[in-house]
């Protein structure tokens, strides 16, 4: 029929444009600009997942949180609650762009997803690990305590929030009851405002208080009440 | 006027219009122009539209003809800006474009290219042909890249940016669903 026409009309219009100059060829430093610029960002994007992955883990421990996990259901429950899901969200993005990036590259397409997911995550959690044992994230907290760090601040002071609704409180041993059965705290956050205060602990069942010694800093778990707080976990920092 | 040696390859081809030889990028239009039209024909129905949208792929591999490696193969290359082509083209026409998640990428599959090879045959090609249309897209691509475009499962993988165990988990499934469609309607099967 008239495949032949087809064929020559293609050839002859796509030729003439570049003949015209209609048609320009791409510089080689445009394409190399174009990766680097996508390897950066990919870098980058993964540096701050790598971040928040450490932020996490800093926040967990340093506000105590950890020791809700040994705290039975409710301590589960409570550590649930208070975890930093924003963070979290941030992470699972943060790692969904990274892969999107890689995806450009061949070694990113030919893998499966959830290899280079799995991948990146694990570097991550690594590298957050790593991270964690350095005094970046104590260096940040001091500065956002001074109010030095416009940033994150808000983040870093989160760390230390009370949560006393949630049955949370952190604070100093004073002292120790003669009868093992209790222990009075006071309640510090590093803040000096309303709810520094000093507190009656009644120590759960089968919690040896004579563990504990005045100046310890503690993690309470428990309800409060009129300055007693019923604990049902105690743990030191 | 210079002549290019029509014995070059693609990709000795893709070098001299690096230095901007038109006359082997003709040369190359020559080549790829029916079997893109034919790629095309496979999703688009319109002769006019798949004709502006195979000059618009041999525009957009001139003007990217230096981001082609040329220690790698041609053809995937150029069917991977034909794919990209269509692929808006298809979405473009769509009144409800839909992004959906393939779950088929989010895990590896083992590749096994060998038992489904000794099929690729004229005999194959024509009752893949009479049932194309009823399979969705991801399937119909995969089937006629292998068996129309006879790339293999590594050039496959790189046009449609999928790993290479995917793309044997797509032409089988593909093929089951052609087996059933014929089943179900004449009674034939594969």
Redesign the interface.
Known sequence: MNTHMEHKDIKQVVINKIKNKEVVMRSRAYFVWQVVVIAFLAGLIFLLLTYAISFILFSVHESGEQFLLGFGFQGVYTFLTLFPWWAFLAILLLGILTEYLLRRFRFGYRTSLLRVFGGLFVMAIILGTIIDFTPLHNFLLDKANRGELPLFGSAYESIRTPHRDEGVFRGVVDSISARADSFVISHDDFDNDADDGIFMVIAPSGFDVTLLSSGDRVYVAGTSSNDVIYAYGVGRF | MKTVNPSLSDEELSELV?K?D?QA??LL??RY??RL?RYGRKFLSDRGDI?DM??NV??KA??????FDSARKFSPWIYRIAHNVFVNALRDKSKNPTVSLDLD?????PVDETYIEAEKNEETRTYIDRGLRQLPPAYREVLTLFYFEELDYQAI??VL??????VGVRLRRAREVLRKYFDANRGNSL
């Open positions: 690096k901007n038109e990028f003709a239009i020559d122009e029916s039209l004709e195979v000059q041999f525009v001139y003007q990217n003809i230096k981001s990428l989010l895990v590896s599959h993988a790189d940016h999928i790993p290479v165990g995917t």
